[in-house]
């Protein structure tokens, strides 16, 4: 009997069934053919729509990834710089309540550490953070966050709420990773990004 179901499922006749019987909606009828995640990002060829923010030069590099090829940010101006999720990246990510965020970051130095929020998510009204309890090593070093009220989400100083953590991932704008960890000069990578 597999043998019969299993091409069936793949084949373009089924998806034409999910398409029917889910009439308008078709974005859930897409999701069904295709999952939207686990999604992940490991900048094989280039940058894949990130890049770093005011406060750095940021840049692509092809090698010395974790593996392959990772984006960077070198330090160009006070204050903190960080890297930026592409569209596509946080559009997706408006989907993501209650997966983990992955990834893996590393830095030049790790003397003259500075403290700041580590990952900043905002749907354009109010702004959400995360504290990461440890900055990343000269090696690439790896970081997951919950998206959900558990995982120490804070509005401000006080701790998110589960609505206010849907709210800005429902209607997600911005979501930036910290890539400056150093008083003075520094650069930072960011390899493998995921969502799972
Ligand atoms: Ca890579
Ligand atoms: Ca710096």
């Known amino acids: 009997m597999l043998d019969i179901i299993l091409p069936f499922l793949k084949s373009s006749a089924f998806n034409v069934l999910v398409l029917l019987i889910c009439g308008t909606h078709f974005t859930a009828c897409t999701e069904l053919i295709t999952p939207l995640f686990p999604i992940s990002y490991g900048f094989d060829d280039d940058a894949q729509g990130w890049e770093g923010s005011v406060g750095c030069k940021s840049g692509y590099s092809a090698t010395g990834g974790n593996p392959g090829g990772y984006v960077y940010g070198i330090d160009d101006a006070t204050g903190f710089w960080y890297f930026v999720a592409s569209t596509e ?21 790790i003397d ?85």
């Open 89 to 109: 990246f946080t559009t997706t990510v408006r989907k993501a309540y209650g997966l983990q965020l992955s990834f893996d970051l590393e830095q030049s130095a």
């Open 112 to 196: 003259n550490q500075a403290d700041a929020d580590d990952i900043i998510i905002t749907d354009g009204t109010l702004t959400l953070t995360h504290k990461t309890s440890y900055n990343p090593k000269t090696i690439w070093t790896a970081y997951s966050v919950k998206l959900d009220e558990t995982a120490g989400w804070k509005k401000g100083k006080v701790k998110a709420t589960k609505a206010e953590l849907q709210q800005v991932l429902q209607n997600l704008t911005s979501l930036k990773i910290r890539g400056e960890f150093r008083s003075g000069p520094d650069r930072g990578g960011l390899d493998n990004v995921s969502i799972r």
